[in-house]
């Protein structure tokens, strides 16, 4: 599932290939894409204009095309893909510019979601969605306020797209590894050096991940298998549920 480094990976892809090109027509090729937002005013809202910039915020990218944004939301499978042939096998929505280069929208399973907005700021209220924690704004201060008098497992706060957006099962996961954590751990039970090394840690794999533009081998996510020998310490990697998702974890050193 794309999360936050996936999809910051995708809004420069977009940045790079989209911005400044006229769209001359959009194809909606199945019109489930849109969720609850209607073809016409779909294709309506973006032929003619040009995407001028790209914002993301967590797992929610947005593309600039004057006076209504793009969303969108990359589910399970949703992925870009800018081309001048054959369009990729699972487009779902195609921008076709005056260049004669499309970029295609795809998502397999069609969990994810293209829509308009009027504005992300907007958007981002009106859904719940907690600061993207790569935010320059997002200091261990506003961190410090989000967990505040929560009571819930560590890794449930981290995957709550209202407290933080952007953060799903691999990099939760990743986090409370490198910081020591069990991801059972009640929030409030976190000394005050924990928070910080969470809030320090989680950007960290964030901005790795992204610049490496895959996974580290000395990373959890390189080794996410029950019985499988820590990359760190050495003990064993089990396997639980927690928030309803599968998680890894050392035995011996989160504790």
């Known amino acids: 599932m794309p999360e936050l480094p996936e999809v910051e990976t995708y809004a420069r892809y977009f940045a790079r290939h989209a911005l400044q090109q006229r769209i001359a027509r959009v194809r909606v090729l199945d019109e489930r894409i ?8 779909f294709t309506r809202g973006l032929t003619g204009k040009s995407f001028t910039r790209v914002r993301r915020h967590g797992k929610h990218l947005f593309a600039d095309a004057g006076d209504v944004w793009l969303h969108l939301h990359f589910g399970m499978s949703g992925d870009l893909a800018y081309y001048r042939d054959e369009p990729p096998r699972f487009a779902r929505v195609i921008f076709d510019f005056d260049n004669g280069a499309h970029l295609a929208f795809e998502d397999m399973r069609l969990f994810g979601v293209a829509e308009l907005t009027r504005d992300p700021d907007v958007y981002i209220l009106e859904h719940r969605l907690g600061p993207d924690p790569l935010d320059p704004n997002f200091r261990l201060a506003n961190f410090r306020a989000l967990l505040a ?11 709550s797209q209202d407290v933080i957006a ?26 005050p050096d924990e928070v910080k090394s969470v809030h320090r840690t989680m950007r960290t794999i964030l901005k790795s991940v992204i610049e490496r533009d895959g996974w580290p081998p000395h990373f959890l996510t390189a080794h996410r298998e029950e019985g499988e020998r820590c990359p ?7 396997r639980a549920v927690v928030f309803g998702r599968t998680t890894y974890f050392c035995k011996r050193h989160q504790r």
């Open 34 to 41: 849109l969720g609850e937002q209607r073809k016409a005013a």
């Open 149 to 159: 008098g929560r009571r819930g497992a560590v890794k449930s706060l981290l995957m």
């Open 166 to 191: 952007g953060i799903g099962n691999l990099y939760a996961d990743e986090t409370l590894f490198q910081t020591g954590i069990h991801p059972r751990r009640a929030a409030d039970r976190l000394t």
């Open 232 to 238: 760190q310490c050495g003990g064993t990697i089990a």
